[in-house]
C-alpha cells in the first residue's frame, strides 16, 4: 500500500474550520483515498473518502489536489466531539481478489479542540 | 440496531494462558477483520476472513488463532506463544468482497492486558 504523511497534532478552536492535510506523494491511479477517525478508547469510525473529485457529505469535506498527491479532511465547524486521532488511509481497487479490504493504518493526527 | 459487539470491554489473563476474543457482527457482512492497536499507534492487521469458512493471515499473525465457522462471529484467540498481547484489539467488518471503496465497521474494542 502507498504510504501517507500526517502531522502529528494540529488544535483547533471550537466552532471554527479545521483542515487536515495528507500527502501521498506515491498514490496510484487507482488508489482511492480514505479517511478514518478515533475517538479516544474506541474503535475507529469511517469518515469519508473519495478518488479524483471533492467530496461532501454530512461529516466533512474531503479535498483533493489535481495531482492526487495531496488531499485535505476539512471540518468545517469544529466541536468537541471532533477531538480524536484522524487517519489518512490510501486503498487500492480490488481486481482479481487481491485486495482483500486491509486498512494500513499510520500513526495519524491528533486532532485538539479548545472550547 | 445493526452493528458489531465485542466482548468483553476489559480483559485480564495470566501469562501463558489462551484467551479468545468475541467479535460478533449483525449486518450482514461478508468480510470481517481483527486488528491489533499499541498505545500511540495506528491498527496492525491480525488476521482477516472473506467468506465463512475461509480466513487469511495478516501482518502479524504469529500467536493468534481464529475461526469462521459462522457468517456472523469471528473469534480471535491470542495465545501463550503471543510475546507481548497486552494491546487494544479491534474487530471490524465490511460488506461482501474488497472493494477498495468499502467502509469498514469497527467494534468498540478489547483491551486486553496480561499479569
Known amino acids: 500500500d502507498a504510504k501517507t504523511t500526517q502531522p502529528n497534532s494540529m488544535e483547533s478552536n471550537e466552532e471554527e474550520p479545521v483542515h487536515l492535510p495528507c500527502n501521498h506523494s506515491?498514490?496510484?491511479?487507482?488508489?482511492?483515498i480514505h479517511w478514518y477517525r478515533q475517538l479516544p478508547s474506541q474503535g475507529p469510525e469511517y469518515v469519508i473518502h473519495g478518488l479524483t473529485s471533492n467530496v461532501n457529505n454530512r461529516m466533512a469535506s474531503l479535498a483533493i489536489a489535481e495531482d492526487r498527491k495531496s488531499s485535505t479532511l476539512i471540518l468545517h465547524r469544529a466541536t468537541l466531539r471532533d477531538a480524536a486521532v484522524y487517519y489518512c488511509?490510501?486503498?487500492?481497487?480490488?481486481?482479481?481478489?487481491?485486495?482483500?479490504?486491509?486498512?494500513?493504518f499510520g500513526q495519524g493526527t491528533i486532532l485538539t479542540v479548545h472550547p | 440496531d445493526g452493528g458489531i459487539t465485542q466482548s468483553p470491554k476489559y480483559l485480564f489473563r495470566k501469562e501463558g494462558q489462551n484467551v479468545t476474543l468475541s467479535c460478533e457482527q449483525n449486518l450482514n457482512h461478508d468480510a470481517m477483520y481483527w486488528y491489533r492497536q499499541d498505545p500511540g499507534q495506528g491498527l496492525r492487521l491480525i488476521y482477516y476472513?472473506?467468506?465463512?469458512?475461509?480466513?487469511q493471515k495478516g501482518d502479524i499473525a504469529e500467536g493468534y488463532s481464529v475461526s469462521r465457522e459462522k457468517k456472523e462471529s469471528f473469534p480471535l484467540t491470542v495465545t501463550s506463544a503471543q510475546k507481548n498481547p497486552t494491546a487494544f484489539y479491534l474487530c471490524?467488518?465490511?460488506?461482501?468482497?474488497?472493494?477498495?471503496?468499502?467502509?469498514?465497521?469497527f467494534g468498540p474494542g478489547t483491551r486486553l492486558t496480561v499479569l
Open positions: 471490524a467488518s465490511t460488506v461482501g468482497g474488497s472493494s477498495s471503496y468499502n467502509e469498514q465497521f
Open positions: 476472513s472473506q467468506i465463512v469458512n475461509d480466513f
Open positions: 506515491t498514490i496510484s491511479g487507482t488508489d482511492y
Open positions: 488511509i490510501l486503498r487500492g481497487f480490488n481486481a482479481g481478489g487481491t485486495s482483500y479490504g486491509k486498512l494500513t
